[in-house]
């Protein structure tokens, strides 16, 4: 029968590659995983894997209290996601056949064991990917929203306040002849690969783009600026809601941006950046 593990030696670099087992690991991505990992077990982090009957590693989750994630609110348990692999190839789609209740009614038990007063979690808007619907189905309500992004949240016994967003407070610095950058992550996600193709766009661009790194692990610099993870170009969220860029993709966007404030077309070839 499936069931719902603590992370081991033999689970742990599925988990850190978000089941993505047919691709190479990046080593930079990884690093940064485990040190937000390591720094928040100490915290109340726990970390699960679903192993089916196969042995086959097909979903995972991680959950901390509300207090130590990018969420407010206090007394409550923070998913901070539940995945099932949902891909046709590799282990092929799991989803569909239960995992993810299974998933959320073991975090649910624990958090209740713990003495927490209920749990929250996020998801969108949409079917698409990580639909909010999932958690409604389980006995969620809505608390809070921003964009297609929706938090949700079960109380036990009727007891606890509904959690909130972080929003965003800070803007960085524009200027009237470059681009401003600013990349801001907690690790907590493998989603960090955004920021360093992010990084490394800045960096080809440097001629007339601005590059600042936050590092939101920091629970005070994420409070400050009101972002966990994201991309600000000239103070504005940068695809926070999809779809996912590459290097290329924001540097094309970088020099459009350039182009439209200044009235100078660039272009975007290494060779005129140098």
């Known amino acids: 029968m499936p069931g719902i593990e603590e992370l081991s030696p033999e689970t742990e670099s599925t988990f850190f590659r978000c089941l993505h087992d047919e691709r190479p690991e990046d080593p930079e991505v990884t690093s940064i995983r485990k040190s937000w990992f390591r720094r928040h077990l100490d915290l109340g982090l726990r970390a699960r894997v679903l192993v089916t009957d196969c042995d086959e590693v097909a979903g995972l989750c991680q959950y901390l209290p509300i207090e130590y994630s990018h969420f407010l609110g206090s007394d409550l348990i923070a998913v901070l996601c539940i995945w099932v692999h949902g891909y046709e190839y590799h282990l092929g789609n799991r989803q569909g056949q239960g995992y993810g209740r299974m998933i959320l009614e073991s975090i649910e038990k624990d958090a209740g064991k713990s003495g927490f007063k209920g749990v929250a979690a996020w998801g969108k808007d949409y079917p698409y990917w990580n639909p909010v619907s999932f958690y409604e189905h389980m006995g969620y309500a809505r608390a809070d929203r921003i964009g297609n992004d929706v938090l949700v949240w079960k109380s036990f016994r009727g007891e606890g306040e509904p959690p909130r967003f972080l929003r965003q407070r800070k803007r960085g610095p524009v200027l009237p002849d470059r681009i401003t950058v600013v990349s801001l992550f907690t690790g907590w996600c493998g989603g960090c690969s955004f920021n360093l193709e992010a990084r490394e766009a800045a960096k080809d661009l440097r001629d007339i783009a601005d590059y600042i790194e936050v590092d939101t692990s920091v629970r005070k610099n994420m409070l400050e600026w009101g972002i966990s993870d994201g991309i600000l170009m000239d103070g504005q969220p940068y695809r926070n809601d999809?779809?996912?860029?590459?290097?290329?993709?924001?540097?094309?966007?970088?020099l459009d941006l350039y182009g439209r404030k200044t009235g100078q077309q660039r272009t975007g070839s290494m060779e005129d950046h140098e």
Do not use: M, N, Q, V
């Open 242 to 254: 999809g779809p996912p860029f590459t290097r290329e993709d924001l540097k094309r966007d970088i």
